[in-house]
């Protein structure tokens, strides 16, 4: 979940101006250690930008994309992307520091996740891959240009009530999963018909909302001097989040279209 995500809650660049500034007064052994450590490179001196940033969001997004194109000629990838993608996600939420090879790992799983079931939903009801695509492009082009323009922020009060509704969610979630196997209810469990519709759309608020934590992350993240690896972790939490909008539309598409 992005409000948790340990690269930004961890790294002092992400607090208040002025969080790297050291309170205790420097010993002169403690100079002398730091003078004959090795001159830092450029990993160390390079700061987050919005254009690395967005380079390696690319990069990850491309990944996500090749993977999608596997998982869509064979399918049955598609559940050992779902798998892998749990895994590695949980990994890197948790991992103190941001693994491009991880969470560029993470970008395949889910594309292999992404294109098993948009060919199994898109065998059913065709065109509806195309239906969700589009609209997962307007809600992150919208929130987007809602977020730079200012009209929309992350605070505090709605960020906590995000984080209520996101567990409930998650909740309800996994006990569907399992009525879903069992075969209580419909293709989707219990999030079938009307009800189906308006919990998608629900969650499409959700992810809406995530979208703009994401983009808050990476605002403070350069503006604080943010050391240029967490672009990285700004990469996964926009992956992450794109993937879980776009399920959602292609699932609400799904209803929609089996009515």
Not at 191 to 196: A, D, F, I, N, P
């Amino acid at each position: 979940m992005a409000t948790s995500n340990p690269a930004f809650s961890r790294n002092a660049a992400f607090g208040a101006p002025g969080a790297l500034a050291s309170s205790k007064a420097l010993s002169d052994s403690d100079l002398q250690t730091m003078y004959d450590q090795p001159s830092a490179g450029s990993q160390d001196t390079e700061r987050m930008t919005y254009e690395d940033t967005i380079r390696k969001t690319g990069i990850a997004f491309a990944v996500l994309l090749m993977a999608a194109a596997v998982g869509w000629m064979i399918p049955l990838l598609g559940i050992l992307g779902a798998i892998a993608g749990l895994v590695l996600g949980l990994v890197n939420t948790f991992k103190k520091e941001p693994s491009p090879g991880l969470i560029l790992a993470f970008a395949g799983a889910q594309g292999l996740f992404v294109g098993g079931i948009s060919v199994y939903l898109n065998t059913l009801y065709e065109g509806v891959v195309t239906q969700a695509i589009l609209a997962t492009l307007v809600v992150v082009g919208v929130t987007l240009a809602l977020f730079r323009s200012g009209k929309i922020r992350a605070s505090k009060k709605a960020t906590k009530i995000f984080t209520i509704a996101i567990v409930g969610y998650g909740l309800f979630s996994l006990i569907n999963f399992f009525l879903t196997i069992a075969g209580v209810g419909g293709q989707f469990g219990l999030r079938s018909g009307t009800l189906g519709v308006v919990i998608g759309l629900f969650a499409v608020v959700l992810a809406a909302y995530s979208l703009v934590l994401d983009f808050d992350f990476v605002q403070k993240g350069v503006n604080n001097g943010a050391p240029s690896k967490y672009g990285w972790s700004a990469a996964f939490g926009i992956v992450l989040t794109v993937v879980w909008l776009y399920v959602e539309m292609l699932r609400i598409f799904a209803i929609l279209r089996g009515e």
